[in-house]
């Protein structure tokens, strides 16, 4: 844990302004939208400073987000094209999450937020 701070760090200090630079962990499992359980899966990994990946109910997406902590700004989400039973949830997913303009990162909690009062909770994957 104390190597992934010093890397957050590390990663801050060479001019990583955007979330990536400011979380401990960098893959996080949805659990809530708007206070609601999220009862499918997504994933949301901002690893790679400048973009976002991760995985929806059904398909892999990228976007990219620049903009400086404590903001974001989700570019254009592509994704895989799979279908499944969950297509719906996916796509409210999508549009949630291309929304968010606010980021907080609390320990294993990422926090999405934008200025209508959606949210979106994320905690650190296993």
């Known amino acids: 844990m104390k190597t992934l701070w010093a890397?957050?760090?590390?990663?801050?200090?060479?001019?990583?302004?955007?979330?990536?630079?400011?979380?401990?962990?960098?893959l996080f499992v949805l659990s809530t939208i708007d206070g609601r359980a999220f009862e499918a899966s997504a994933t949301l990994d901002i690893a790679t400073s400048g973009q976002i990946s991760g995985t929806g109910p059904c398909n892999s997406y990228r976007a990219t987000q620049s903009a400086p902590y404590p903001w974001v700004d989700i570019g254009p989400i592509a994704a895989t094209r799979r279908a499944?039973?969950?297509?719906?949830?996916?796509?409210?997913?999508?549009?949630?999450?291309?929304?968010?303009?606010?980021?907080?990162?609390?320990?294993?909690?990422?926090?999405?937020?934008?200025?209508?009062?959606?949210?979106?909770?994320?905690e650190a994957a296993d």
């Open 7 to 26: 890397a957050s760090l590390l990663l801050a200090a060479c001019g990583d302004e955007t979330v990536t630079g400011f979380a401990d962990t960098t």
């Open 84 to 122: 499944c039973p969950d297509l719906d949830t996916e796509q409210q997913f999508f549009e949630t999450l291309s929304q968010m303009t606010n980021v907080e990162v609390l320990g294993d909690v990422l926090i999405l937020r934008n200025d209508a009062g959606a949210e979106m909770v994320f």
